[in-house]
């Protein structure tokens, strides 16, 4: 079964930096298009970072500068490393997988980031 955990979630003030990390299990990690999206509470989800199966990255213009996202995949694992946090940074962030060039896609259960000023 495929599954994508993720973890590192937190509280953390203004100007604070977190790292979430995905572990990916069941796919054959090199081959899909990795990214993460968040929801804030009455807001559609939005994709926020993503890394193709090249390594070539795209960020969203309101994270790009801050976020950074880093795939490994010989620990089938991405990481959001989120410097400089916003309270708007505030939201639920998924971590989702599409098999490149497929319709195979899958998402994680979310982790909670909550940004104080």
């Known amino acids: 079964q495929v599954q994508l955990v993720e973890s590192g979630g937190g509280l953390v003030q203004s100007g604070g930096s977190l790292r979430l990390s995905c572990a990916a299990s069941?796919?054959?990690?090199?081959?899909?298009?990795m990214s993460w999206y968040r929801q804030a509470p009455g807001k559609e989800r939005e994709l926020v970072a993503t890394?193709?199966?090249?390594?070539?990255?795209k960020y969203s213009d309101s994270v790009k500068g801050r976020f950074t996202i880093v795939r490994d995949s010989a620990k089938s694992s991405v990481y959001l490393i989120m410097n400089s946090l916003k309270p708007e940074d505030t939201a639920v962030y998924y971590c989702?997988?599409?098999?490149?060039?497929?319709?195979?896609?899958?998402w994680g259960q979310g982790t909670q980031v909550t940004v104080f000023s």
């Open positions: 890394s193709s199966t090249g390594n070539v990255t």
């Open positions: 989702y997988s599409r098999l490149e060039g497929g319709i195979l896609d899958y």
């Open positions: 069941q796919i054959y990690f090199r081959f899909y298009v």
